[in-house]
């Protein structure tokens, strides 16, 4: 059977603020498949962040239904949320948010900390993580010696180096020159395809959303559209499509079943292009 990386459902996410109710999120469903490439876009303050850190188990819903590898949130006290995080979500931010005066290879290491890895296989592993992110040459730089690209890159790198079943991306170019950005959307969409984690990736750009094949339009805290797209950009082959109409598109049921997942395994699975390896068995701590 499928088991869904993270399912949504009715989930709402209402902010207290000096006595008044802001009513970020108001009643989404969705299901995360396996080694799905899904662009979340909307305008400022639609709820975008809200449902990254629900997603990704950062924050709790205030109503509503949310599953996260298996687990429903609301039976997960404080520490088992944060060790579930820990084990199935990786989270890049806009700003990269590195340890300032911590070296590349230990910025990527330091999830494993939480896990109970021991010293020298944490290096080993967040020494290979760079390697595929192609820093294999700057594992002792710090972050203020690196550029803004390979800070992304090293970000990249810490969030995968616990090889999560999802990686939550919240404007990952938004701090990068175009070029810049390009190529650490390039990164993302490589490590989606090659090893098999799904790619949930917040952007304002409508260009960059094209790039996905699942693309989920939200606006004032709810989901108005949400379709599969059979040619998305970076297949090199699709026209120019609008989030709403896309002649190739086809509309989402909250179920999560459809052609939009590409791999579709159960529990770390392989799918057409394979997984990485995953590293279950560290005991997990908190993320
Ligand atoms: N901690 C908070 N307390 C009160 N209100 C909040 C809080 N966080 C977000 N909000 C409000 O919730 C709504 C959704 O915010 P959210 O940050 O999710 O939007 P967004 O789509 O990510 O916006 P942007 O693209 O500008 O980052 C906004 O009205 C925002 O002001």
């Known amino acids: 059977m499928t088991v869904a990386a993270i399912e949504a459902v009715d989930v709402s996410r209402t902010y207290e603020l000096d006595g008044v109710s802001v009513p970020a999120l108001r009643g989404v469903s969705l299901t995360i498949a396996q080694g799905e490439y899904v662009a979340v876009i909307g305008p400022s303050g639609s709820g975008k962040s809200t449902l990254m850190h629900l997603l990704g188990g950062l924050d709790r819903p205030t109503g509503g239904r949310l599953v996260i590898g298996g687990r429903d949130v609301a039976t997960l006290t404080a520490p088992e949320l944060a060790t579930l995080r820990n084990e199935t979500i990786g989270f890049v931010f806009q700003a990269f948010h590195l340890l300032p005066r911590t070296s590349a290879v230990d910025n990527v290491a330091l999830p494993l900390v939480y896990r109970g890895v021991g010293a020298r296989q944490r290096r080993e592993r967040a020494a ?85 094949r699942r693309r989920i339009a939200v606006r004032d805290g709810l989901i108005r559209s949400d379709t599969v797209h059979d040619r998305p950009l970076s297949g090199g082959d699709g026209g120019p499509e609008t989030l709403d109409a896309a002649p190739s598109a086809e509309p989402r049921s909250a179920s999560g079943s459809g052609p939009g997942h590409p791999s579709g395994g159960s529990g770390g699975a392989t799918g057409a292009t394979g997984r990485l390896p995953r590293n279950g068995a560290q005991a997990g701590g908190a993320g």
Request: aromatic content about 0%; cysteine-free.
């Open 128 to 212: 290979a993580m760079l390697g595929r992110v192609g820093l294999g040459h700057r594992l002792t730089h710090r972050p203020n010696q690196l550029s803004g690209g390979e800070q992304q890159r090293v970000a990249i790198a810490r969030a995968l180096v616990t090889d999560p079943a999802v990686l939550l991306a919240d404007e990952p170019t938004g701090n990068l020159d175009s070029a810049t950005g390009e190529a650490v959307l390039e990164l993302l969409e490589q490590l989606n395809a090659e090893s098999g984690v799904a790619l949930v990736m917040v952007t304002h750009d409508p260009e960059v959303a094209a790039r996905a």
